[in-house]
């Protein structure tokens, strides 16, 4: 089992920029893929960032360049830095992991932008 917890959001105006953290815990190994998703109420959960342990990146059209996803491996942590926040981005944030054939969600983390 993987344990995700997420911390970093928050309300910032347009143009701002927050960043994002999400620690994983209960595996003592490598965690080939981490990444953030987010959602909408209403709507489906969608790609943000995602990135292998060997440091393969993979963003949505509507975050390249202006998110940047990162990782520690040796402390199974991946950030995501997010900068020119639009009112758009506004959303629940969800860490996700997947090891071993299994995919791990963490509970989220609202970041909320103001226009």
């Known amino acids: 089992q993987v344990q995700l917890v997420e911390s970093g959001g928050g309300l910032v105006q347009a143009g701002g920029s927050l960043t994002l953290s999400c620690s994983a815990s209960?595996?003592?190994?490598?965690?080939?893929?981490m990444g953030w998703y987010r959602q909408v109420s209403g709507k489906q959960r969608e790609l943000v960032a995602i990135?292998?342990?060997?440091?393969?990146?993979n963003y949505a059209d509507s975050v390249k360049g202006r998110f940047t996803i990162s990782r520690d491996n040796a402390k199974n942590t991946v950030y995501l830095q997010m900068n020119s926040l639009k009112p758009e981005d506004t959303a629940d944030y969800l860490c996700?992991?997947?090891?071993?054939?299994?995919?791990?969600w963490g509970r989220g983390t609202q970041v909320t932008v103001s226009s």
């Open positions: 996700n992991a997947y090891r071993f054939g299994s995919t791990y």
């Open positions: 990135m292998s342990s060997g440091g393969t990146t």
């Open positions: 209960g595996s003592s190994f490598n965690i080939p893929v």
